[in-house]
């Protein structure tokens, strides 16, 4: 009896001692964290997405799988899940391309058909041609018949393959100066070779196309090894390929010195014709203010180079874990939940401005937007997105992570408002409170944004679950905050930027969204 008092006693004692530190820390906070770190679902899910799916390109019949992917999974969980049509796209699937060089030796090259280009219905043999450097547009129309039949190479070889950290490492300074100013002057002479034809990007190709090019070969580097941008086509009979930097200084080499190679290529794709263009939503209902609304948001689609894994596979992966966690211990929030996976933002926003245009009553009454969309990294900035008040609210929301969450986290308050560079600007152009995540850039714009490298090995799973659990708990705090928050735009600072650096001077204006893709 005396033990047993004994124990009970030291029980006592054991539990008044830890006692305080569990009042400290918020229940749902707490467990928040141990979900996100005892159940994590980021990896299976990011293989499910990215290796299982693949890239989400608009219009693309994996982009209606990846929303199925999504809709289902949100039914697993227990969440309800819908996709929105806002409009149609033109279909097109990306099928294989194989090219080769077959004369003056034989090499498979590392080449990617552009999206949107059309296809070979088998594999096309032809010389290659430089883009010649006219005098003119005159002289270019006469210099166009040439290309008949030919492979056009209209990308500036790059002087080095090594990206400027790596001379930077081994150079001498004086060689490195020299190979900086070399470039910069063939970059603007390829400038002018452009120009001087008459034409610009864009419409080069189509004129090109139409003196009965073979096909348009170019060369997109991102500035790192190993890795080129991929974007669209311009042309609509012939394909446009890009062909990595290597291989590309190879052609444009041998083409150069008088060796004439010829190249196969087989550009396999498919035209859909019309789709319908959407959006990916999941809610959980608000049980007190259900026609209030706090969102995450994170662009669904991507390009379609690699699988979209940091852009924005990581964004997507953030939010629907964040969901998931949010779900499982905080199944009944004040407010109503929704989370936004925005179809097209690569074409300017679309699925975001076409939201805002559709959704009025989720708009004016959103109590906070979070949109993560800059790659894999720890997010570490966070700013006001210029509404005066958001100190008052999101720092109250932000003193409820603890410490360890938000460490190297910066805010910014009242911020400037986003210009554009992704969704949540869509919002805030109509003066709805949405905030940016931003994270720390793990070589980002270099190495995975929009590039042949953004896969699934590139993700950082350490930081996107730190990124899940802190979005969980800014989305708790911002449903059960008592006041909403209010709308007051502070005034823009003179010295304020977006994130390309250009100055902000006043509140974005809306754009409406395209709702009807390029359709010949
Ligand atoms: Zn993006």
């Given at each position: ?5 004994a ?36 990896k ?18 994996k ?30 699937d ?16 590392e ?14 043999k ?55 100013q ?42 790192g ?5 991929i ?18 200084g ?7 010195s ?32 259900s ?5 995450l ?32 211990v ?7 939940i929704?989370?936004?996976?925005w ?23 959103l ?26 609210y ?6 409820a ?9 910066k ?6 408002p ?19 995540l ?24 350490d930081?996107l679950?730190?990124?899940?659990l ?15 928050l ?10 304020a ?18 709702r ?5």
């Amino acid at each position: 009896m005396r033990l047993s008092i004994a124990l009970f006693t030291l029980l006592l004692t054991t539990q008044s001692l830890v006692i305080p530190a569990i009042a400290q820390q918020d229940p749902i906070v707490a467990a928040i964290i141990k979900e996100a770190n005892d159940n994590s679902q980021l990896k299976r899910m990011s293989h499910e997405l990215m290796d299982g799916v693949g890239p989400r390109l608009v219009g693309s019949t994996k982009m209606m799988q990846a929303s199925d992917w999504a809709i289902a999974q949100y039914q697993q969980y227990g969440i309800s899940a819908r996709r929105e049509n806002y409009g149609t796209w033109r279909g097109w699937d990306r099928g294989i391309t194989h090219v080769d060089m077959i004369s003056p030796w034989t090499k498979s090259l590392e080449a990617t058909q552009l999206a949107f280009s059309p296809s070979t219905k088998k594999a096309v043999k032809g010389e290659t041609i430089i883009l010649a450097d006219v005098a003119d547009s005159t002289a270019f129309q006469q210099w166009l018949p040439n290309v008949k039949g030919k492979f056009v190479l209209i990308a500036m070889p790059q002087p080095t393959g090594r990206p400027d950290y790596n001379w930077k490492e081994f150079a001498t300074k004086a060689s490195m100066d020299k190979m900086l100013q070399e470039r910069k002057e063939q970059t603007e002479a390829w400038r002018k070779r452009i120009s001087k034809t008459g034409y610009n990007n864009r419409t080069l190709a189509a004129a090109l196309e139409k003196a009965g090019a073979a096909g348009i070969i170019g060369s997109n580097w991102s500035q790192g090894f190993g890795v080129n941008k991929i974007f669209d086509a311009y042309t609509k009979k012939i394909p446009t390929i890009d062909v990595m930097l290597e291989d590309y200084g190879l052609l444009y080499r041998l083409t150069e010195s008088g060796a004439a190679p010829i190249i196969s290529v087989l550009a396999k794709s498919k035209e859909l014709g019309e789709v319908p263009t959407f959006n990916t939503l999941g809610e959980m209902k608000g049980t007190e203010k259900s026609n209030e609304y706090v969102m995450l948001s994170a662009h669904f689609d991507s390009w379609d180079g690699g699988t979209g894994a940091t852009d924005n596979g990581t964004g997507t992966m953030v939010m629907m874990e964040a969901m998931r966690i949010l779900k499982k211990v905080y199944p009944n929030p004040k407010r109503t939940i929704l989370v936004g996976h925005w179809g097209s933002e690569e074409q300017g926003l679309n699925g975001s401005r076409a939201f805002v245009e559709d959704h009025p009553e989720v708009v004016n009454n959103l109590q906070a937007l979070f949109n993560q969309d800059n790659g894999t990294g720890r997010i570490i900035n966070l700013g006001g997105s210029g509404f005066a008040k958001a100190k008052d609210y999101v720092g109250r929301w932000l003193a409820a992570v603890p410490g360890e969450y938000k460490d190297s986290l910066k805010t910014s308050f009242p911020g400037a408002p986003g210009g554009g560079g992704s969704d949540h600007a869509s919002f805030v152009a109509v003066g709805a409170p949405a905030f940016s995540l931003g994270a720390l850039n793990w070589s980002y714009f270099n190495y995975t944004w929009h590039t042949n490298r953004d896969t699934y090995d590139k993700i950082v799973f350490d930081d996107l679950r730190n990124n899940a659990l802190l979005v969980a708990m800014m989305v708790y705090m911002a449903c059960e905050d008592p006041e909403k928050l209010p709308r007051d735009k502070a005034v823009i600072q003179g010295n304020a930027t977006d994130r390309n650096g250009q100055p902000i001077r006043n509140w974005p204006q809306q754009v409406k969204a395209i709702r009807l893709g390029p359709i010949d």
